[in-house]
């Protein structure tokens, strides 16, 4: 789903020798790489907002989910510390794929 979006939304320019004057697709190690970084760092901040879920905003209202159910679904609370490292090699990791065509 992300890919097919990412085709819509994104274009790449064609080279100067090419026929067809319309941008073409980014390729698809570019939008394999873009795309996992995307669910990555949604999960990572599903993890780090886990505690803000298991905990109702007031004393009337049920909170969303219990520190079982979240655990059940392989979340556990992150600390900034460890969000931020994360989110670094997160970038260092998947960053320079699409930054690489065109340099």
């Known amino acids: 789903v992300i ?7 994104l274009e790449s320019p064609r080279p100067s020798r090419s026929c ?7 390729c698809g190690e570019a939008l394999c790489s873009s795309g996992l970084l995307t669910i990555c760092v949604l999960d ?8 803000h879920l298991t905990h ?5 209202e049920p909170a969303l989910y219990t520190e ?3 655990e059940g679904l392989g979340y556990r609370p992150l ?11 997160l970038s260092v990791v998947y960053l320079p794929v ?3 065509r065109h340099l």
């Not at 890919?3 to 939304?9: E, P, S």
């Not at 990572?44 to 505690?51: A, F, G, M, Q, V």
């Not at 109702?56 to 009337?60: C, P, R, Y």
């Open 3 to 9: 890919t097919v979006a990412q085709h819509m939304l």
């Open 20 to 26: 067809v004057e319309s941008p073409g697709m980014p």
């Open 44 to 51: 990572l901040l599903l993890s780090w907002s886990s505690k």
């Open 56 to 60: 109702s905003g007031s004393s009337l």
């Open 68 to 70: 079982l159910q979240l």
């Open 79 to 89: 600390g900034m510390g460890e969000v931020c490292f994360r989110l670094l090699f």
């Open 98 to 100: 699409p930054l690489a």
